[in-house]
Every structure is written in C-alpha cells, then in structure tokens.
C-alpha cells in the first residue's frame, strides 16, 4: 500500500464552524506533513509530525490545530477559519532518514476546503 | 537561503516531440534537488531526485533530469512527450544540513501536450 488517503475530498464550512480533516497511511512512514496550496501555485509546509511529535510549525494561525493520535493518523482541526484559507490542503508522508534530506515525500490526493 | 527557480510558467509541446522543463537552484553546499509533478485534482506525485553520483538521474515515466553544477540547473526531460505528461510540474531543492531541512518547491510550470 503506496497510499495517503484524505478525507473528505471537499468541505465547505462557515466561519463559525468547526471540522477535521483527515490523513491516513499505511506504509510505516514515521513523518507526516501537512501542506497548504493555492491554484497553480507550490505547496506551502505548515505542520510536520516526526515519530508522533510536533516537530515544525511554519507560524501557522491558531484556527489550524494539528493532531497526529498514532503512526498512520494524522489531523487537522479546523475553527473560524477566514474565506483566504480556502485551499487546497495536502497530506504528506515520508520515511525517516538519518539524512532527513534525500527523503521522499507521498502526498494524498488532498481535500478542497472553501470558507464562506 | 536555498532556493529555486522555474523561468517559464509555461511549456507547449507537441505530442511524439522531445519536452524540456527548466529548473535554476541557489543553495550552499550540495544541493539535494527533486521533480514532483501534480496531474489536475491530485496531489504531488515523485519522479526523481539527484543526491550525489551520476548526472543524469532517471525517474518514473521515461522522464529524465540532468544535473549540472555549473550551470546551477536541474533540467527535466523526456525524448518523446505523450498527452498524458500534461500536468504541473515542480522542482524542489533540499539545503545542507544545518539549513532548513525543508522542500523549498520552485513556482511550477505547466506542461500541455498538444495532440
């Protein structure tokens, strides 16, 4: 199994609202990242996981909490986002190297968030 | 800081003829560098990377990226195009140790193959 799996593919939610966006591998991947990206634009890091902990935060607001609960789990919680955060966002997994710097990165196929 | 560059935010090619991506990279030390490529309502997808070695490293697909530390590039290339390589394509380069350790993703260019 080769895959992240993301879930939902599209949410649309208020300002107001509260939700969680979902990531799962299988592949015994020990990081875990989570991307932000605009149309035809790169990704943008915000979160990275390593062996289950908070490893970077790229100054990310407070309205996105990341949770990693275990080693194929990886969360993003959602709360009074603003309509700029809508985007694309993209899981990704890798395998830990002593390097950390050939490592390859699996994305999902991502979920497409709209705040109205 | 690392950094890279992809100069055309598009590249039009004919199907059956030879494709060139173009990729700049600024980095100290040896550059770890990378090609990733998104297909529409998709994420990233791995095609090569260039660690040390060989300077032409190949990768999924029948694509192709030759190093030259000259030239600071990191050119992806594929002998004949098919229309299914149309997609967006990114270069990303990776510091030495001791600099952020991240992906620094270049702006992508957008590959149409033209039937």
């Known amino acids: 199994d080769t895959e992240v799996t993301q879930t939902p593919k599209h949410l649309v939610m208020g300002m107001t609202n509260k939700k969680s966006l979902k990531c799962e591998q299988h592949m015994g991947h020990r990081a875990m990242y989570w991307y932000k990206q605009k149309a035809k634009k790169p990704p943008e890091l915000m979160f990275v996981y390593s062996y289950e902990k908070l490893s970077i935060n790229e100054s990310v607001p407070s309205r996105f909490s990341p949770e990693c609960p275990n080693s194929s789990l990886l969360n993003l919680h959602l709360h009074a986002l603003q309509p700029e955060d809508s985007a694309l966002y993209l899981c990704a997994s890798s395998q830990v190297t002593t390097s950390r710097r050939d490592e390859k990165l699996f994305f999902g196929s991502g979920t497409q968030l709209s705040v109205l | 800081a690392q950094s890279v560059a992809q100069p055309e935010d598009q590249v039009n090619v004919a199907e059956g003829n030879p494709l060139t991506v173009k990729c700049t990279y600024s980095?100290?030390?040896?550059?770890?560098l990378f090609w990733y490529v998104q297909y529409p309502n998709r994420g990233l997808q791995f095609l090569l990377k260039y660690i040390t070695g060989d300077n032409l490293v190949k990768g999924s697909y029948g694509f192709e990226a030759e190093f030259n530390k000259s030239q600071t590039s990191f050119h992806l290339k594929k002998p004949s195009a098919l229309v299914s390589d149309s997609a967006l394509y990114f270069c990303?380069?990776?510091?030495?140790?001791?600099?952020?350790?991240?992906?620094?993703f270049g702006s992508g260019t957008q590959l149409t193959v033209l039937p």
């Open positions: 980095v100290s030390g040896n550059p770890y």
């Open positions: 990303a380069v990776r510091g030495p140790p001791g600099s952020a350790r991240q992906l620094t």
